[in-house]
């Protein structure tokens, strides 16, 4: 294999230090995923079968969850079988794939987070337009936008970067990355780089930006208003403002681990590298299904607590 044209297939090198309790790691990645669908599923059909869940402030909901199923199948089902191979390959063409699947999945989670954060600042802000700026064309619109604008940006980098010829044919990771892909070719990389930087700047900052100037609006409302308004205000954003950060924070290691590996054990890079697959789709059904008080009453009625 000596070109690009010519990869078969590519070794994922990050399992090497897996292997010795593989069935181990195994036994917790299948209960991770089985965990993931049954807990995503049964709050997405709470909010699905009770007509009082039909509401903006929900659906974003069930489309975060949705997000997560969609993470969750691009990782776990090639992770597991992984493990109990005894090589971990990958064609070019199926590593550009995950590749493509997950930066959207990740890169839509903001998105998400965003409108997230939108539909709470009118609702609490600016309660009198609620109705007239948070419509049912208005979610809609914001629900395509947050799987179809990521899609877009990252098709671009992941079509960029088959193009590239690639020098080296194993990454040191477990799971297909863009970055990892780049760094293993043998050509000139400079646009690949300017690009990346310019999709991780226009897909993250604006959002972030946004979210902490809708929370900080709303922290300064409910500072002026009654006792029972700001426990209604903590009630409804709490939850959200928690997948926030908890997404936020492991994004921002998975960025910085990424590009800086030096001092780093590989082991943590590893298991680093999926935590954005992991934490969130395990803990955003559980927070959701037992903060939010509407979805915890349909929950509780489903699992007769």
């Known amino acids: 294999m000596v070109g690009a044209l010519n990869v078969t297939y590519i070794t994922l ?3 090497v230090q897996l292997l010795k309790y593989r069935y181990v790691y195994f036994s917790i990645t299948l209960a991770l995923f089985i965990l993931i669908i049954c807990s995503n599923t049964i709050v997405l059909y709470l909010i699905y079968v009770h007509e009082s869940l039909h509401e903006p402030m929900y659906i974003f909901i069930a489309a975060l969850l949705s997000n997560a199923l969609f993470g969750s199948i691009a990782l776990y089902p090639k992770l597991l079988v992984d493990l109990l191979s005894e090589t ?3 064609s070019h063409s ?19 987070l965003t409108a997230m954060a939108f539909d709470r600042y009118v609702s609490i802000c600016r309660p009198l337009q609620y109705h007239s700026l948070v419509r ?41 990355d863009n970055f990892s892909l780049v760094k293993s070719s043998c050509g000139d990389i400079t646009v690949m780089h300017v690009y990346g930087l310019v999709v991780l700047t226009i897909d993250t900052l604006p959002y972030l930006i946004f979210i902490v100037f809708s929370y900080t609006r709303i922290l300064i409302i409910s500072l002026r208003r009654s006792k029972d308004f700001r426990r209604g205000a903590l009630r ?3 939850p959200h403002l928690v997948v926030f950060m908890n997404f936020g924070i492991i994004i921002f290691f998975e960025v910085i681990q990424t590009r800086i590996s030096s001092g780093i054990p590989h082991i943590v890079r590893i298991i680093a590298s999926i935590l954005y697959v992991v934490i969130p789709p395990v803990f955003n059904p559980l927070i959701y299904g037992f903060k939010m008080k509407e979805i915890s009453k349909h929950l509780k009625a489903l699992l007769k607590l």
């Open 13 to 15: 090198e990050g399992h």
């Open 88 to 90: 971990q390959t990958i």
């Open 94 to 112: 199926a590593c550009l794939l995950q590749t493509f699947l997950l930066f959207v999945y990740g890169s839509s989670e903001f998105t998400l």
């Open 136 to 176: 049912t064309q208005t979610v809609k619109l914001m629900l395509v936008l947050a799987w179809f604008w990521p899609a877009c940006t990252i098709g671009v980098g992941v079509i960029l970067a088959s193009m590239l010829q690639l020098c080296k044919f194993k990454l040191e990771r477990i799971v297909c």
């Open 236 to 238: 409804t954003c709490l």
